[in-house]
């Protein structure tokens, strides 16, 4: 550990009959009483150097006798106040982190500042704290630990602050980028090997989190019986590691970033963390979760109940914690600033503004439930391509999100698409599950036209998506008017507006080349409607709607054909108002 010596002088400090003095052949002047100690000092070295004390002694009438000064509640008590007054005597004292604290909270109490004298006890303890002590690991964590005693001088120095930031770059600093200190104290000398080579305890491993992987985790609970104590080792290690990172992190929101939680998520899921961390990373997760991005989610599974790529299960319940903010904000104020009554700080003028802000920030705004809609569509695209991905978890996720929050449906309609590809095996009922929070009116024209031809949507979708777009397309160019009015009142009470233009396709999800929508094909009307009619004679055929006591279903076809001759009337009618428009033209 680094250290500081200041002053030459020998000590000449006693103490006789409970009273501390100095030996000095001029006759004592002052005497300063500190938290029950009695000090009997000299005017000239202290208020040479001590601006407090200039003022205190002004303030007193003169007298022949030595003049009395009471500092009660000193910071760091006689032992810092002795610091300062052998300082201002020019005796040798000692610094280094475990007494840096007090010492600058006691030099800044009595105001030992350039302004009263160059080269003061401020500024020299500022020099050794910045370009020495903020520079080591053990000495920023010694120094941090200190500033326990004296939490509310710390925070107005800035001393509490500026240890976290010097011990967060050190933690976000690679190992390979760090150099260790050169100036150990004796003791940590000794550790020197007899080759001369720097002991394990120097060295850098143990500061940084290992990298960990599913396989790997697999890997150890598979491995023989002669591996296992070392690898079972090295698991508890990390575990604890992690576990102790989670109990770190500050407890505002936003002091570390979305991706950064979620990482740790991952690990604790591979390392089998406690359960309470678990929680504790979850629910902060889900706090910042518009920040996140698809593959910050993509965390893997390494249950033994299903086989699934990813933990489903885990994201689920962090979109649980994230739609539950806006249903119960907090009624009191941030745990960090209860507990205690403080004089008022830099920092405390703003304990309500930041009360406020921390009531607004607990619920989940309409802007973060958008970015949140599009992050999970975005998800569902990804674990629709696993094979073994339940139908009840997909849809869960997709129901999950509320209706306001997606503004189109193109996202989750290429989710839909991917799962139905990825489980051909899928009947007709677990289609229709599935499409269930599909909205066709949400849907933009490239998304219609890719509908209408996919063979996998339920006959019921692919009619919608035909109807909505025949009457989108009747109604382009701001041609309203040729409308019939009972057509416009149906638009009207479904909340459609065909003139104006639909929105494009999200562009901020990859997707793979198997998976891209093609159109080809599509040059008129018709060819959507001969779809339409092989759909419906495919679903006319099938064995599936046969009931076991041989009884005939009315097909969907005939369905449709029993629909009331009025909405029949008006899909003609649109069929017809737009195949007269393509004719002319």
């Given at each position: 550990?680094?250290f ?31 938290t ?61 982190a475990?007494?840096i ?17 160059k ?25 941090l ?35 260790l ?8 000398r ?33 491995g ?29 929101k ?18 089998n ?14 706090l ?12 893997p ?36 600033k ?80 991917i ?52 009457a ?5 160019g ?35 080349a198997?998976d ?11 060819s ?8 419906m ?17 009315i ?14 009337r ?14 002319k033209?």
């Amino acid at each position: 550990m680094k250290f500081m010596k200041l002053g030459s002088r020998p000590d000449t400090f006693y103490t006789a009959e409970a009273v501390r003095s100095v030996s000095s052949e001029v006759s004592s002047d002052l005497i300063v009483q500190v938290t029950g100690s009695r000090y009997l000092l000299h005017k000239f070295p202290l208020l040479s150097k001590c601006s407090r004390l200039q003022r205190l002694c002004s303030e007193s009438p003169e007298s022949s006798q030595p003049q009395i000064v009471q500092l009660p509640e000193f910071p760091g008590g006689v032992e810092a106040f002795e610091l300062c007054a052998k300082f201002c005597y020019g005796i040798t004292i000692t610094l280094s982190a475990y007494n840096i604290v007090a010492a600058r909270c006691a030099a800044d109490f009595l105001q030992m500042t350039e302004d009263v004298e160059k080269g003061n006890l401020v500024y020299k303890l500022e020099v050794f704290f910045t370009s020495c002590l903020l520079h080591g690991w053990k000495d920023a964590i010694v120094t941090l630990q200190s500033t326990k005693s004296f939490p509310l001088w710390s925070e107005d120095l800035g001393i509490t602050r500026r240890c976290i930031e010097a011990i967060a770059s050190k933690v976000s600093t690679h190992p390979s980028k760090l150099s260790l200190s050169h100036s150990y104290s004796r003791r940590e000398r000794d550790d020197v090997s007899c080759n001369g080579a720097e002991s394990q305890r120097l060295k850098p491993a143990t500061r940084w989190l290992p990298k960990i992987s599913r396989e790997r985790n697999f890997k150890n609970r598979a491995g023989s019986d002669s591996d296992s104590d070392s690898t079972s080792e090295s698991t508890s290690k990390h575990r604890v590691l992690l576990e102790t990172i989670v109990s770190l992190l500050p407890a505002e929101k936003g002091a570390v970033t979305c991706s950064f939680l979620l990482k740790l998520l991952k690990a604790a899921n591979i390392l089998n963390a406690s359960s309470s961390s678990k929680k504790e990373l979850t629910r902060r997760s889900a706090l910042q979760l518009e920040e996140a991005a698809v593959r910050d989610l993509l965390i893997p599974s390494i249950s033994h109940a299903n086989d699934t790529v990813f933990d489903v299960d885990l994201v689920i319940a962090i979109l649980e914690q994230f739609m539950l903010q806006g249903q119960s904000p907090p009624t009191s104020p941030p745990r960090s600033k209860l507990g205690f009554e403080r004089r008022r700080s830099r920092s405390a003028e703003n304990i309500d503004l930041e009360f406020q802000e921390s009531r607004r920030s607990s619920s989940a705004s309409h802007s973060s439930k958008l970015k949140v809609a599009k992050l999970v569509d975005g998800y569902l695209q990804e674990i629709a391509r696993d094979v073994n991905l339940p139908l009840s978890k997909f849809i869960t996720l997709a129901e999950a999100i509320p209706d306001f929050s997606r503004l189109d449906h193109d996202d989750l309609y290429r989710a839909i698409d991917i799962y139905l590809k990825a489980h051909p095996e899928l009947n007709k009922s677990e289609r229709k599950r599935l499409c269930r929070t599909l909205d066709c009116k949400k849907l933009s024209v490239e998304a219609c036209m890719h509908a209408a031809q996919n063979e996998l949507l339920p006959l019921r979708v692919v009619v919608q998506v035909l109807f909505f777009e025949q009457a989108r397309a009747a109604m382009g160019g701001g041609k309203v008017t040729e409308l019939p009015s009972n057509i416009k009142a149906l638009l009207a009470a479904h909340n459609i507006d065909p003139s104006r233009p639909t929105a494009a396709l999200s562009t901020t999800t990859s997707i793979q080349a198997e998976d891209q929508w093609s159109v080809s094909g599509f040059k008129s009307p018709r060819s959507k409607v001969s779809s339409l009619k092989m759909k419906m004679a495919e679903d006319e055929l099938d064995e599936s709607d046969l009931q076991s006591d041989g009884l005939g279903r009315i097909s969907k076809f005939k369905a449709l054909r029993a629909l009331p001759t009025r909405p029949k009337r008006m899909f003609s009618k649109l069929m017809s108002i737009n195949r007269n428009s393509s004719e002319k033209n």
